[in-house]
């Protein structure tokens, strides 16, 4: 019968019209302003940078070695190294500008970070009126604690907690090493010299 | 005031200047005694996006039609030149922007070729369920999307878009952003699953059986869209083989040439399904084979996500940064959800490679547009062109 495919599709349609009254899992639309979604762990907008000790200045894990800088593929991220006062560079960032209105929040910055200083935050909502300073955050407007990571991200926080504690293990008991190899020589000097006599007797093969 | 006329230089008209530069919208200059040229687009809100359609018309029926395309042109491939290899995986999510985790998959395959990586087990795993999700989310909207442009308004289309939403929660559960995922590495994933994952696909894809049972209640013996679709835009199989089409559009047309099949890229030798072909290549056909596939791959994912063994998700042995594959070329090519997706990389052994060339399915598909178009009305070709399933962000690139 014509308009019988069409009576059925229409079945269909009432069929979801009258179900969203009887059945809240049907209604999939939230309220958004009044209400909020909760995000996934994994979810990310723009990066932001760790820091400890509740310092936001000296407490940065980012040493300014400006991987993320060379690495970022829009080129959204500016480093100045800081310097002492003989103009010997440091290991901290003066400047550290990120351009969000360039960002693409990729996560590739997070990704090569050696230092597990920058990772993703979770905001949104963070229209401006200006188009182009408000846009730009700087080094203080990124710094944010270790404890809000844990918050936004507690199991991948948790992970790196893990891994940088048995780096910082592994640095203490590599120092002690060299401590003792550095005792070692007033006993036993000839020992930490091995490599160089075996370039000579590389020349004494042929002959 | 400047008085034109006297100035020392020539006044070019737009009409004598050289070809390739003139105004006329048509390529070919006049149209002839009783034709109409229509010029459609590019702000269209039918042509999917910024893309220009110059009809020449008889009445109704279309004489002439020539695709424009280029308004969303990013320098995706030079831009690519410039980088490293691991900087391009999130441009690639910009291509076509449904299904960035198989755009991922292409490009990820073709640097995987070049540097002769096999990814883990796991890896592949993951990444066959990542991208038969994509392509369940990707011919949902397909189909919604079709039948707006039949003039449905809305509810087909949010019908699809409530279900492709519990699809890309569960991408935003994984990757971290609903669409530009930038997921998969060269050498397996970027991360592990979260935990309870694979539960809630397992839930989404359980569900999903429903949705296609209603959605074909609702739609395919619909007077209206029977009428509109079929006979309409008939692509002959001879035709989509020389226009070099896949995907859908070439099954469609009944030719079976299904990469997964084909080419057994990642793991998919080991899964169960079949591939859904047309019999009369018209638009009706190309709307039905993307309804099976879904169902296929409901299949797929079914088999995949009961044997997701554990273990690593990336080789240890690669290093992202600093990634220098040997000098050579290779060619990785993948069935996305539109067509045959395909890299062609050539490296000269540094950091970036030499050559970046995208095989785009969309623009690729869209060159048979013109005839399939000729002889029919005008407002099918709104219909045919969403048969063909094209993404701006790709054709352009």
Not at chain 1, 161 to 171: V, Y
Not at chain 2, 82 to 96: H, K, Q, V, W
Not at chain 2, 314 to 341: Q, V, W
């Amino acid at each position: 019968m014509l308009g019988s495919g069409i009576i059925k599709g229409l079945l269909e349609t009432a069929r979801n019209f009258f179900g969203s009254f009887r059945q809240p899992e049907r209604l999939v639309t939230i309220e958004y302003p009044e209400q909020q979604r909760t995000v996934p762990e994994n979810n990310r907008s723009f990066p932001f940078l760790v820091f400890d000790r509740n310092d936001p200045v000296k407490g940065l894990r980012c040493v300014s070695c400006k991987i993320c800088e060379k690495e970022c593929p829009p080129q959204c991220i500016y480093i100045e190294t800081e310097k002492d006062s003989r103009g010997k560079p440091i290991k901290h960032p003066k400047v550290f500008d990120i351009d969000i209105s360039v960002c693409m929040s990729c996560q590739i910055c997070v990704e090569v970070c050696p230092f597990d200083s920058i990772k993703m935050d979770q905001t949104y909502e963070l229209s401006q009126f200006s188009r182009y300073d408000a846009l730009i955050l700087h080094k203080i407007d990124l710094a944010k604690s270790n404890e809000y990571y844990h918050q936004i991200k507690p199991t991948e926080a948790g992970l790196v907690d893990e891994q940088l504690a048995a780096e910082r293990e592994a640095q203490i008991a590599k120092a002690k090493a060299a401590a003792a190899i550095k005792v070692a020589p007033a006993t036993a000097s000839p020992t930490p010299k091995p490599p160089s006599p075996a370039p000579p007797a590389k020349t004494e093969v042929p002959a | 005031m400047v008085d034109f006329a006297s100035a020392n230089e020539p006044v070019v008209s737009p009409l004598e200047m050289p070809t390739g530069f003139h105004f006329t919208p048509s390529s070919e200059g006049t149209v002839g005694e009783g034709l109409l040229e229509v010029s459609m687009g590019p702000q269209h809100p039918s042509t999917h996006g910024v893309f220009r359609m110059d009809l020449v018309l008889d009445g109704e029926t279309v004489v002439r039609l020539k695709p424009v395309f280029g308004y969303l042109h990013r320098n995706h491939e030079k831009i690519a030149e410039t980088i490293t290899y691991l900087a391009s995986i999130p441009y690639t999510d910009r291509l076509d922007y449904f299904c960035s985790l198989t755009n991922n998959w292409a490009y990820v395959l073709a640097v995987e070729k070049l540097a002769g990586i096999t990814p883990p087990e796991r890896a592949e795993y993951i990444r066959v369920i990542a991208a038969e999700l994509t392509r369940l989310q990707n011919h949902a909207c397909m189909m919604g999307f079709l039948t707006q442009d039949l003039g449905a308004m809305g509810t087909p289309l949010m019908y699809a878009f409530r279900e492709r939403e519990k699809i890309l929660d569960l991408v935003e559960a994984l990757t971290g952003a609903r669409m530009m995922c930038n997921y998969f590495r060269f050498g397996g994933c970027r991360t592990d699953l979260p935990a309870g994952w694979l539960e809630q696909t397992r839930q989404v894809v359980a569900h999903f059986p429903h949705f296609l049972d209603e959605f074909e209640s609702l739609l395919i013996t619909n007077e209206i869209l029977m009428a509109r679709t079929q006979g309409v835009g008939v692509l002959p199989r001879e035709l989509a083989i020389n226009a070099s089409a896949t995907g859908p559009v070439l099954r469609g047309s009944g030719v079976d040439y299904d990469l997964r099949k084909v080419d057994h890229y990642g793991i998919y030798d080991r899964f169960e399904f079949r591939v859904p072909l047309g019999d009369h290549g018209d638009c009706y056909d190309r709307f039905m084979i993307r309804l099976l596939e879904m169902r296929e791959s409901i299949k797929i994912l079914n088999a995949a996500l009961k044997d997701v063994p554990e273990g690593p998700v990336m080789d240890p042995k690669i290093k992202i940064r600093n990634f220098k594959p040997k000098s050579g070329e290779a060619y990785g090519r993948i069935e996305g959800p539109k067509g045959e997706l395909g890299f062609y990389l050539i490296s000269d052994g540094s950091t970036n490679p030499y050559r970046y060339r995208i095989r785009p399915p969309s623009l690729i598909n869209l060159t048979a547009l013109e005839d399939m178009c000729i002889g029919q009305k005008i407002a099918d070709v709104v219909v045919i062109l969403g048969s063909i399933d094209i993404v701006l962000g790709e054709v352009d690139r």
